[in-house]
Structure formats: C-alpha cells, structure tokens
C-alpha cells in the first residue's frame, strides 16, 4: 500500500534538518609546544558555534578563582582511581603528580545531542582516545613553520628559563615523529591562515555523511519522489 501525501510529507527530511540531526564530533588538536595550539584552539570557541570545550576531571586541589565543572571536574585521588576501574574515562595521564582525563560520560551525551567538543591534548591523549572512539575523532596536528620559528616563540612568551625550553624542544622531538597518525596537518605560519584551515576542517567533517542518520532518510525521500514524478509522466 502506497503512501499518502501526509504520511510521505512525515518522513522527508530538510537539507537544514539534515545538517542539524547529526551526531557530533570530536575534534582534537595536538602540538610540540610553540606551534600555537592553544590560540588557535581559543578562536575556535570565540568565533564557532555548537562547539564546546572537553572539561577534564583532574585530582589537582582547586586554586580559589576556579569553579567545578567549568574549569575542571575536580575529585579526590580515590575518586579518580574509582572512576579509572569503572571505565568511565576516555583518556588519562599524571602529570607533577597529579592526574587529569577526559569523562566518557559528558562526551557521549555532548555528542549524541550533535553538538561538537574540541580536545587541546597531547599526543598520548590523543592515541587513548582512538582506542576508545576512534569514529568519532577527528584530528588535527599544528606545527610552526620552521624549528627556528618555534623556538623563537617559546623564548618570546618570556615566561621559562632556557633549561625549560630545551626541555620542551626535547619533548617536541618525540610528538613530532607521530604527525603521520593525525587525520590532518595544519602548519601555523600565518595564524589567521591556520585557524581558517582547522575551521575548513571541521566544518568539513560535519558534512560527512557517515555522522547524519537524517541524510539517507532526505535522500531516500527524494529518490522516491523522483520515481513516483518518472511513474506518472509514463
């Protein structure tokens, strides 16, 4: 029994309603220290909608400006250990003696309501993430244009003694020998550049047909249509 008018009407889908009833992402930025992430990662928040920041749960003591569950999920070493064994975190690591992660929890919910979550985290973050959702990932690795560049910058914060830089130039070495493993690189020679290209890259990802549900139901509602249209011009 064919459909009527109505019921055909019920199941369409818009290309606006397709775009919107989608699952959300994960996008994650990584990067050697200097290569600009973390500003790159800020205009993204400033200026892109339906994008939220991941909020890490950390056993660190709350300094008296921060409040819980905006700057961090704040728990007890226990807590955190309890939480570890029930599988509730996506990825985690110590760091100075105290812990951070990512809780699965908030990110299913966030995701599953078609709203996207940026990750600023290192590279073994990144990697835990992948065995836990790796559909679900979308990365992208920032480096500088050149080693004189970044080291250039990490001495013009003016913020570390030059035994912490090459430290982190060390570091650096290690993170930069795994750029193969992200989806995308993006090299941050102009900022405005680099944060336009990440932009392109989420906004790309958006549109993938693998994340909406509703686009099969818009297409197959436009194929039937088009051969109901072909059927009564015979």
Not at 197 to 206: K, T, Y
Request: negative net charge.
């Amino acid at each position: 029994m064919s459909e009527t008018p109505a019921e055909k009407a019920s199941t369409m889908v818009s290309a606006d309603q397709a775009e919107r009833e989608r699952r959300g992402l994960m996008l994650v930025l990584s990067s050697p220290s200097g290569a600009g992430k973390s500003t790159i990662a800020r205009m993204l928040l400033e200026r892109e909608d339906n994008l939220d920041l991941s909020i890490s749960v950390t056993t660190r003591p709350r300094r008296s400006n921060e409040l819980d569950g905006v700057h961090y999920h704040f728990r007890t070493p226990e807590a955190f250990e309890e939480m570890k064994e029930r599988g509730e975190l996506l990825e985690w690591a110590e760091v100075h003696g105290n812990f951070y992660a990512t809780p699965r929890g908030p990110v299913e919910k966030t995701i599953e309501t078609g709203k996207d979550i940026l990750f600023d985290i290192d590279i073994q973050g990144t990697f835990q993430l992948y065995e836990k959702m790796r559909e679900d990932v979308v990365s992208v690795f920032i480096l500088p244009p050149s080693i004189d560049e970044m080291k250039a910058r990490l001495r013009g914060r003016g913020e570390d003694p030059e035994e912490v830089i090459m430290r982190r130039l060390e570091t650096a070495v290690g993170e930069m020998r795994h750029w193969s493993k992200y989806d995308y690189v993006v090299v941050n020679e102009d900022l405005e550049r680099a944060y336009e290209n990440v932009r392109s890259i989420l906004r790309a990802e958006r549109l993938k047909q693998k994340r909406s549900g509703a686009v099969a139901k818009l297409m197959n509602g436009m194929v039937d249509d088009l051969q109901d249209a072909l059927t009564r011009g015979r």
